[in-house]
């Protein structure tokens, strides 16, 4: 089901002073996808995703979800928790620790007032899918962090909402088993054909999980796009920076040749992926570290060739991470492991124009 | 849902404001007034009487004394059992479990009563038996005196100091003692100049409460310092309202002023250092057993001080007690004490009209109190965990001011109030008193109750399509109801053996059992005293036992 937010505003009052948890977000989100809001600690995040499942009511603004307005401030339409018909697993779980896992599981279906026998097929159907078949009896207490992560997604799941959401559900997880669960994740809201949205603040854990990423900052949908349009062309400087490790250069637009965009930078002259940029306004170059390509011996001089120095060498396993100075620039790069350097050597390396990015400031 | 919040807010500081704030403005009034039935008539002559009586010195010096002697007795003994359980190799470790419960079953009142009956100086048990054994000229020990007063004082605050103590040594990290070793330093250098200086807010904690203890306590100074003649502040206060026809309320209310400002200050004092001492106490340490120091020879020894303390705080007093509920007069205990023993004295006290008057009030007290405080808890705790705000802040500082009330103190500000109402001298003055002082004891178990359902467990009761009135069924109160029934028993316990507040507020017709048992001491009536004393420790054992058993059931419940 497609969810449809329209200028919803949230406000905090402490202090005397007024902060702005939600700022007028504008935003889809289409049906049958994951999709992922992420940004930094404090960036309203988990505040819309509170006000979609209607544990937080928004000053302004309208919420649809499957064409049904289930908030609007203008129409006086406020659609409590319970009636909104959605699944959601919380950073904590929330396993009811006074029940055994068939009852936090079966919950859903009997306060609507499911038939036990329904319920008993379905909560055994949906413990299967999670991998839990058998646990039915086991005390909530008595579950590892991984098993009430499944526990808190069948909940969500068993009766059958057509959107789930998720709030961090893998912070409380330890890194190995959060990968695990991760790929798992992904694996069954695939199968499930639902519409997920999901917060989290890891920007890994958004790339590996979804369709679509919403990038917020300070209560504001700063772009919205796929992980690769995110990761690889991303408009704002910002996403850039936030969404991965990312050299970034000040520089000057010049011209617009063979379809890029050239800039002067204290790298020299770089040919940039074209942008509708004007010629003469400053911009930021993002260059990630894994685009840096050394280049041994001599090279024809040629677009993007930059020479440098090797100021520090570390070994991190799969790569070298140097760190190459050019003039008055330290640019981090990725360095494979065979290319034989050391500190203090001279080097060149090339920059591939597709991955040069010229970001807003 | 916000006004109705706030609403209750301000319902739930009204109600607790009028219970706590009520009697010590009546006391402030009350203090500046001629006498109960002149309120109103504004006069300092209370306090010039009060404070220039040539006898307050010598109260002021006593008070002090006792304070301050009982305050570092129980914290040394508290350290050092402390330190003996969490560091070192010491046996029977389950003692110091038993150690720090086991005298909350046995009332002060009673505890101090069989002191009095061991060492007492003209038929003491003790020092008959210690002057035939020995042929002594005469008796060896005399309680009643401040030196008594300190130790039987000292040896009932050490539970409670033991309970702050305890925890914060086995929260300590204990690399800042090795740290120490391997820096050169000896295991008592970095005893002395680590591990006590670290655990410094934790002993302070420990030992102001101890001064706020035995400032309100009246139990010790009434027992034991009354027939020696040994006056501090809570038995002179008693003896302007309580002896003689000349009964004095605004002369008491004059000195009633200036203790509750003391106590209120001093846990004021604690609170900061409590605070203070969970900020210091690093636990980064778990998982890590703490090295524990081998006692080599000195084991035995000191585990037979520890097992002389568990028998001197729990097997003495009771055994005292059962014994002289049993035989005719005071004997020590022989072949010929026990073959005369009889059931005389348990006679007398189940055929004595006001004794069982004083066991249905207590009972009554107990049951009905216990039930109106916890539901007045369950609300206030609530509103302190789950609402937020300037108002709720309030009302937590509010519920918890009862905290440092000297029960006798705090009576006779509810004196002054109750004299203006019709409940005056009926058992609801009483039940109103009870709940006003020992609220905080039933909000402690609520609010951590509440606190461990976050709010999470409620949101996704409601997402999972649950109406607010299904969540509180289903989610809530299932969740609350240890908390419910741990606090309904801790208050019962208390309310059974209520005294300082009692020893104001009762009157003929609503005696209670600890001040009947305070009579019989008055009167010298040991057998009937001993018998009535053994069925109120009865009471409270058993709900003492009851709390801990619902305790352990929800801490399993909530482990892992």
């Known amino acids: 089901m497609e969810i449809r937010i329209r200028g919803v505003s949230k406000y905090y009052y402490s202090e005397g002073k007024t902060i702005k948890a939600l700022d007028g977000v504008d935003l889809t989100i289409p049906a049958n996808q994951i999709f992922t809001l992420l940004g930094p600690s404090g960036c309203g995040k988990t505040t819309l995703l509170r006000c979609i499942v209607g544990l937080e009511m928004p000053d302004t603004g309208e919420i649809s979800i499957g064409g049904d307005v289930v908030w609007s401030k203008e129409k006086g339409i406020s659609v409590p928790p319970e009636k909104r018909g959605l699944g959601m697993v919380f950073q904590t779980y929330a396993i009811w620790p006074h029940m055994n896992v068939f009852d936090n599981v079966a919950y859903p279906l009997q306060v609507r007032g499911v038939p036990g026998d329904v319920i008993r097929q379905s909560v055994e159907k949906i413990l299967r899918f999670v991998q839990l078949q058998g646990f039915e009896r086991r005390p909530a ?28 559900p893998l912070s409380n997880l330890d890194a190995k088993l ?53 990761y690889f062309d991303a408009d704002h400087r910002f996403v850039a920076d936030f969404i991965g490790r990312a050299n970034l250069v000040k520089a000057v637009v010049r011209a617009e040749e063979d379809g890029h965009t050239v800039v002067d930078s204290p790298l020299g002259r770089i040919a940039c992926q074209h942008r509708d940029i004007p010629v003469g306004s400053e911009a930021t170059l993002c260059i990630r570290p894994e685009f840096i390509r050394i280049v041994s011996g001599e090279q024809p001089a040629g677009a993007n060739l930059v020479n440098g120095r090797i100021e520090s060498l570390v070994f991190v396993g799969e790569v070298y991470e140097a760190e190459i100075r050019v003039g008055e620039e330290r640019l981090l790069a990725r360095i494979d492991p065979d290319v034989r350097l050391g500190e203090g050597d001279a080097v060149s390396f090339t920059l591939d124009p597709a991955h040069c990015l010229l970001v807003a400031l | 849902m916000a006004p109705a919040r706030s609403t209750l807010t301000y319902l739930l500081i009204a109600i607790v404001g009028a219970l706590t704030v009520c009697p010590v403005l009546m006391l402030a009034l009350g203090s500046f007034s001629e006498g109960l039935t002149a309120f109103g008539d504004f006069t300092v002559d209370k306090y010039v009487e009060a404070y220039s009586d040539p006898a307050f010195l010598e109260v002021m010096v006593n008070t002090t004394l006792f304070v301050l002697g009982s305050s570092t007795l129980s914290t040394t003994l508290a350290i050092f059992l402390a330190y003996l359980n969490t560091r070192t190799d010491i046996p029977f470790k389950f003692l110091f479990g038993i150690l720090s419960i086991i005298p909350m079953m046995i009332p002060h009142l009673l505890f101090s009563v069989s002191w009095a009956l061991l060492l007492n100086p003209s038929n003491g048990l003790l020092n008959l038996g210690l002057m035939q054994a020995f042929s002594l000229e005469s008796v060896p020990f005399n309680i009643y005196s401040l030196g008594g007063m300190i130790l039987v004082e000292g040896l009932l605050d050490l539970p409670i100091a033991y309970l702050i103590i305890a925890p914060a040594m086995g929260a300590f990290d204990v690399t800042l003692e090795e740290s120490s070793r391997v820096a050169g330093a000896s295991a008592w250098r970095t005893l002395f100049r680590v591990t006590l200086p670290v655990l410094r807010p934790a002993i302070l904690a420990a030992f102001i409460l101890g001064v706020v203890r035995s400032l309100a306590s009246f139990a010790v100074p009434q027992v034991i310092g009354m027939p020696g003649r040994v006056h501090v502040l809570a038995t002179h206060l008693y003896e302007m309202i309580a002896t003689g026809f000349a009964t004095d309320y605004g002369k008491a209310a004059a000195v009633g002023m200036s203790v509750l400002a003391a106590s209120v200050t001093l846990i004021v004092v604690y609170r900061a250092l409590t605070a203070e001492s969970e900020k210091f106490v690093t636990v980064s340490s778990r998982g890590f057993r703490p090295t524990v120091i081998e006692l080599g020879k000195a084991r035995t020894p000191l585990f037979g001080a520890v097992a002389l303390l568990s028998f001197m705080l729990i097997v003495l007093p009771v055994a005292v007690l059962l014994y002289t509920s049993l035989v005719p007069y005071s004997m020590v205990p022989s072949a010929r004490a026990f073959s005369m023993m009889d059931l005389r004295h348990w006679a007398s006290v189940l055929g004595d009209p006001i004794s069982l008057l004083a066991l249905k009030n207590s009972l009554f007290l107990a049951v009905a109190g216990a039930t109106l405080g916890v539901v007045l808890s369950v609300f206030v705790a609530y509103v302190i965990v789950k609402v937020k705000s300037r108002a709720s802040g309030l009302l937590e500082s509010l519920s918890y001011l009862s905290f440092s009330f000297p029960g006798i103190v705090i009576g006779v500000g509810f004196m002054w109030f109750f004299v203006q109402t019709p409940l005056y001298a009926t058992i609801w003055a009483l039940l109103l008193g009870y709940i006003a002082t020992y609220l905080p004891y039933g909000i402690r178990p609520m609010s951590s109750a509440f606190i461990q359902i976050h709010s999470h467990l409620e949101e996704s009761s409601l997402v999972c399509g649950a109406s607010p009135m299904t969540t509180m069924r289903r989610i809530i109160v299932p969740l609350l109801v240890p908390g419910i029934v741990s606090g309904w028993i801790l208050m019962a316990s208390m309310f059974v053996r209520e005294l300082t507040l009692s020893v104001v507020l009762s009157r003929p017709g609503t005696e209670v059992l600890a001040v009947q048992i305070l009579r019989f001491a008055e009167d010298g009536l040991w057998g009937r005293l001993s018998a009535l004393g053994i069925v109120m420790i009865f009471i409270s054992t058993t709900l003492v036992v009851a709390a801990t058993l619902v305790g352990a059931r929800f801490r399993i419940a909530e482990a892992a």
């Open chain 1, 141 to 168: 207490t008595k579950l590892s962090g991984g098993q009430q992560q499944r526990v808190a997604l069948a909940r969500a799941l068993v009766a059958e909402p057509k959107v789930i959401l998720f709030d961090e």
């Open chain 1, 178 to 230: 959060r990968e695990e669960t991760r790929k798992e994740l992904r694996a069954f809201l695939t199968e499930l054909k639902i519409t997920a949205v999901y917060v989290t603040h890891d920007r890994v854990e958004a790339l590996a999980l979804s369709d679509s990423i919403a990038v917020m900052r300070a209560g504001q949908i700063v772009e919205i796009g796929t992980p690769q349009k995110i």
